[in-house]
């Protein structure tokens, strides 16, 4: 019963690819099944503006002609340039937990990317940091997010056991939300609004947004910049994720924090009602009911709101401006029944921004690793 690896060539091998991870956790429940037109477009050179930047090659493993699992290898050279390396990454695996699988799996994408030249491979990642990363290794009775990746305990095991050990770790909190906006939060709002000439925007639909669409993304590159393997976002990855995102989303959950005197944006916080549950309905599938799912969710009272994205220029990072965030979200969180918020995944060495929840109940219920491994180039 051995291991068959194949390239991935056709537009139907790609569907059998995306589908795999949602029959692989269809008994799981605390995994969050991605919707498969969207994993599809990701993964398709044709559609993603990454592969303005990127390479990739997607495989399959099959055992008896039935598929035991999958991987994508990917080189983002931005990302190599910005950071003076020669990496590829992995990411969209999953497996069943047999260690010729993972062998084949790993294998094929080592090969690759030492025909590639790369000197190293490490994952899980996407082809950008809009893309899920990282492999969960705690927290496997925790319900998955949207944003982030859901795998079995035994993931871990098979990649430690092929020679990957840990990179870095991303850490996930649970932020309860308090009955009131804390006092020094008030306080400090108050004092940054005035020293720097502040000011924040709210909205109530997309043609409000639209004008701060392009501002919020250079404001998120430059935050992002020293964050593991990012790269900036082009110019047209902006555009593709603008025209995509801008109207999904819930406007009254969207801050923007603007200097006065150029309407620069100098923060901004986007967070969602919770989607796991109506991913969960969904299946992958937006027809016939996937959309009546995620649409009612949207414009729930959710009792679960996901921190989707934050960002703050790096010269007022530490400076206050997080309280103006809070200040103006939190109202609204208990206003709509909240009962706490799901970080997005942060990096276990970025203290600036773990500090920023010391004044508030916090859980810290998940960890994600980046996992890397040195490629021997065979002579």
């Not at 062998?103 to 082809?127: R, S, T, Y």
């Not at 927290?139 to 050990?165: V, W």
């Not at 709210?202 to 043609?207: E, I, L, P, S, T």
Request: charge should be negative.
């Amino acid at each position: 019963m051995s291991i068959e690896v194949k390239q991935v060539t056709t537009r139907k091998e790609l569907k059998e690819y995306v589908k795999f991870n949602i029959e692989l956790y269809k008994d799981c429940p605390y995994a969050v099944p991605e919707l498969i037109s969207e994993e599809m477009e990701t993964l398709d050179k044709e559609k993603n503006p990454a592969f303005e930047s990127c390479e990739a090659i997607n495989f399959l493993a099959y055992r008896d002609g039935k598929i035991v699992g999958r991987i994508t290898g990917m080189i983002n050279h931005s990302s190599n340039a910005v950071w003076k390396e020669k990496y590829a990454r992995f990411g969209f695996v999953d497996f069943i937990d047999d260690a010729e699988v993972a062998d084949a799996l790993f294998g094929a994408v080592e090969q690759w990317a030492k025909a590639k030249g790369m000197e190293a491979l490490h994952g899980p990642l996407g082809f950008t940091d809009m893309d899920n990363e990282g492999m969960l290794v705690e927290g496997f009775d925790q319900l998955g997010t949207m944003a982030t990746l859901y795998n079995y305990p035994y993931y871990p095991n098979h990649i430690e056991r092929l020679g990957y050990h840990k990179d870095q770790d991303w850490q996930e909190f649970k932020i309860y939300i308090p009955d009131a906006v804390p006092d020094k939060h008030l306080r400090i709002g108050e004092l940054v609004k005035k020293k720097y000439g502040l000011k924040v925007l709210k909205f109530k639909n997309a043609k409000e947004v639209m004008p701060y669409a392009q501002k919020i993304f250079d404001t998120l590159n430059a935050a992002f910049a020293p964050l593991y393997g990012f790269a900036p976002l082009t110019q047209k990855q902006i555009d593709y994720y603008v025209k995509k995102y801008i109207p999904m989303l819930r406007y009254e959950l969207v801050t923007v924090i603007i200097r006065e005197e150029d309407d620069a944006v100098v923060g901004f916080g986007i967070s969602l009602p919770n989607m796991s549950k109506a991913l969960q309905k969904a299946q992958g599938k937006m027809f016939p009911f996937g959309w009546f799912h995620l649409l009612k969710t949207l414009y729930s009272k959710p009792k679960v709101v996901d921190l989707y994205l934050t960002g703050v220029l790096p010269e007022y990072q530490n400076k206050g401006v997080n309280a103006l965030l809070f200040n103006d979200l939190i109202p609204i969180y208990k206003g709509l029944g909240v009962e706490y918020a799901e970080t997005n995944p942060e990096l276990e060495t970025n203290s600036a921004v773990q500090a920023q929840w010391d004044y508030f109940r916090k859980e810290h219920h998940k960890t994600r690793r980046a996992y890397i491994k040195q490629l021997t180039i065979d002579n």
